[in-house]
C-alpha cells in the first residue's frame, strides 16, 4: 500500500506540469493538485530543513547553553506558545475568508480581507507591544520558570525579553504565509524559509564558536523569522501580487467585524488547541525539573520528524479545499481528504517505527552516551503523531468550511480533561504518563468527533 501511494503519479509529477486551464472542473482539479504537490515539494525541503537544522545544531547548542538553560529556553517557548492565539484567530479566518473569495474569482474581495486583516493585526501587535512593556519588569520571571541554578536565575528575564518582543512584532507580518496558503501559493513563503534556515544554520555556529553569548544566540534564532517574513512580504505584495496590495483606505468596519467574528472562534480554538497540545514541557518543567523538561523537549523535536508529512501535506489543503467548496467542488474535496490521510497515515507509521528502532542509537551520536531519554515517552508521542497524521485532513475541511464550533466543543472537553491529568498525574508516576494522557483522549475525543462531523458537513453539502 505504502508505495503503491508513493507512486501515485498525479501526485508526483503534478508539481512540474505547466499550469492547468481552470476554466474546466478536470482543470480546476489538476491545478489543485499541481499546487498542492508544488507546496508540498517546497515544504518537504523546509521541513527537512527546519529539522534536520536544530538537530544538526543540537549537540553546538545543548553543550554552549548547558541542560538547565536549555532547559529553560524550552520551557519560556512552550510557556509562551500562548501567543499562537494573539492574533485573534484573524490568521485562520483569513485563510478561510481568502480562499473562498479566490474560489469567486474575487479580486477585489480579496484585496479587502488582505488589507484588513494586516490593518487589524497591526493595531493589536502595538497594544500587545504595549501591555507586555508595562508588565515585565513587574514579574518575577526565574520564579515563573522555576529556574533553580544562579545563572539561569540571572538570565530569565532577558531569554523572555528576546522571545516575546519578536513573537509580538511579528503577529502582522508572519501572516504573510496565511495569505499565500490560502491563495495556493504557500510554495513562496518555503522558498524563503528555506533560506532564512540555512542562514540560522550558519550564524548559529558563529556565535557558539565566537561565543558570543547565549541570550545572543536565543535572540538571534528569535528574531531571524520575522526578517524573511518582512522580506517575503515586501517582495510578494510589492512585486508579485500588486493587485492584492495592502491598503489603509480599503479599511472598512463590517469587513473587519466579519474577519474578527471568524477569528475570535478561531482564536478560541487556537487556546484550547495550545493548552492542550503544547504545554506538556511547561507541565514537565513544573512536575518534575528543568533538565527534564529538555530531555522531554528534545524527545518531542525528534519525533516530530514522524509527523512531518502532516506540515507537508496538511498546508496546502486548507486553501484548495475553500476554493473547491466555493465552485462546488465538494466531491473532489471528501475524495483527496480521505486520500491524503491514508498517504499520511502510511508515511508517518514508518517513520515511527524506524525512529523506534533506531532511537537509541541516533541519541548516542547526536547527544553522547551521557544524554538520558525515556523510550515510553517517546513512544507515546510518536502514537500522537500518527494520530495527528490521521485526522488532520479532516481538520482542513472543517476550517475550509468555517466549521469552528464544533472543534471548539471537542477541544473543551478534551483540552481541560488532559491538562489536570497530565498536571497531576505526572507528578505521581513521572513524566511518561504526560504523552500517554494526550495520545488516549486524543484519539477518544478529538479524532473521532473530527471524522464524523467533517464527513456529515460534506455530505450536508452535497445534499445528502
Known amino acids: 500500500m505504502m508505495l503503491r501511494l508513493l507512486r501515485d503519479k498525479s501526485i508526483l ?38 529539522m534536520a537544522v536544530p538537530l544538526i545544531t543540537l549537540r553546538i547548542t545543548y553543550d554552549y547553553l548547558n541542560a538547565e538553560v536549555y532547559g ?20 485562520n479566518g483569513l485563510q478561510t475568508k481568502l480562499s473562498q473569495a479566490n474560489g469567486k474569482d474575487d479580486i477585489v474581495l480579496c484585496r479587502k480581507i488582505i488589507s484588513n486583516t494586516y490593518i487589524v493585526l497591526f493595531l493589536v501587535a502595538l497594544i500587545l507591544l504595549t501591555a507586555f512593556f508595562s508588565a515585565f519588569w513587574l514579574v518575577d520571571w526565574a520564579s515563573v520558570m522555576n529556574a533553580q541554578t544562579q545563572e539561569t536565575i540571572n538570565i530569565a528575564a532577558s531569554i523572555v525579553f528576546v522571545i516575546v518582543i519578536p513573537k509580538l512584532i511579528s503577529i502582522p507580518v508572519a501572516i504573510i504565509q496565511r495569505t499565500q496558503l490560502a491563495l495556493q501559493e504557500g510554495y513562496r513563503s518555503d522558498i524563503w524559509g528555506i533560506i532564512g534556515c540555512i542562514v540560522n544554520l550558519v550564524f548559529i555556529v558563529i556565535i557558539a564558536k565566537l561565543d558570543l553569548g547565549k541570550v545572543t544566540l536565543l535572540a538571534f534564532t528569535s528574531i531571524l523569522p520575522i526578517l524573511f517574513s518582512a522580506a517575503n512580504m515586501f517582495v510578494y505584495f510589492g512585486f508579485q501580487r500588486k493587485d492584492l496590495r495592502i491598503s ?217
Open 13 to 50: 509529477t503534478a508539481a512540474f506540469h505547466k499550469p492547468y486551464n481552470t476554466s474546466t472542473l478536470e482543470g480546476r482539479s489538476f491545478e489543485r493538485k499541481r499546487r498542492i504537490a508544488l507546496t508540498a515539494l517546497t515544504s518537504a525541503v523546509l521541513r527537512i530543513l527546519t
Open 72 to 91: 529553560l529556553w524550552s520551557a519560556v517557548t512552550t510557556f509562551f506558545a500562548l501567543f499562537a492565539f494573539s492574533d485573534l484567530g484573524l490568521g
Open 248 to 464: 489603509f483606505r480599503l479599511f472598512e468596519p463590517e469587513t473587519a467585524k466579519s474577519l474578527l467574528s471568524l477569528g475570535i472562534f478561531f482564536c478560541i480554538l487556537s487556546v484550547l488547541t495550545t493548552l492542550g497540545l503544547s504545554m506538556d514541557t511547561f507541565i514537565v518543567a513544573r512536575t518534575g525539573s528543568l533538565a527534564e523538561a529538555g530531555s522531554y523537549s528534545i524527545i518531542y523535536k525528534v519525533a516530530a520528524i514522524f509527523s512531518a508529512v502532516v506540515a507537508i501535506l496538511s498546508a496546502p489543503l486548507w486553501g484548495a479545499n475553500g476554493e473547491a467548496i466555493a465552485r462546488g467542488d465538494v466531491q473532489w474535496v471528501r475524495d483527496n481528504t480521505r486520500r491524503m490521510s491514508l498517504i499520511m497515515v502510511s508515511i508517518s507509521t514508518l517513520l515511527v517505527l524506524v525512529g523506534l528502532l533506531s532511537a537509541k542509537f541516533l541519541f548516542r551520536i547526536w547527544l553522547g552516551p551521557d544524554f538520558e531519554f525515556s523510550l515510553p515517552v517517546l513512544f507515546w508521542i510518536s502514537v500522537m503523531q500518527i494520530l495527528l497524521s490521521f485526522i488532520s485532513p479532516y481538520f482542513m475541511v472543517l476550517n475550509a468550511l468555517g466549521e469552528i464550533r464544533v472543534q471548539i466543543i471537542l477541544f473543551s472537553i478534551y483540552t481541560p480533561l488532559s491538562f489536570v491529568l497530565k498536571y497531576y498525574l505526572s507528578a505521581i508516576y513521572g513524566v511518561s504518563v504526560v504523552p500517554m494522557i494526550g495520545a488516549i483522549f486524543y484519539l477518544l475525543i478529538i479524532v473521532t468527533g473530527c471524522y464524523y462531523f467533517s464527513n456529515k458537513q460534506l455530505a450536508k453539502r452535497e445534499g445528502k
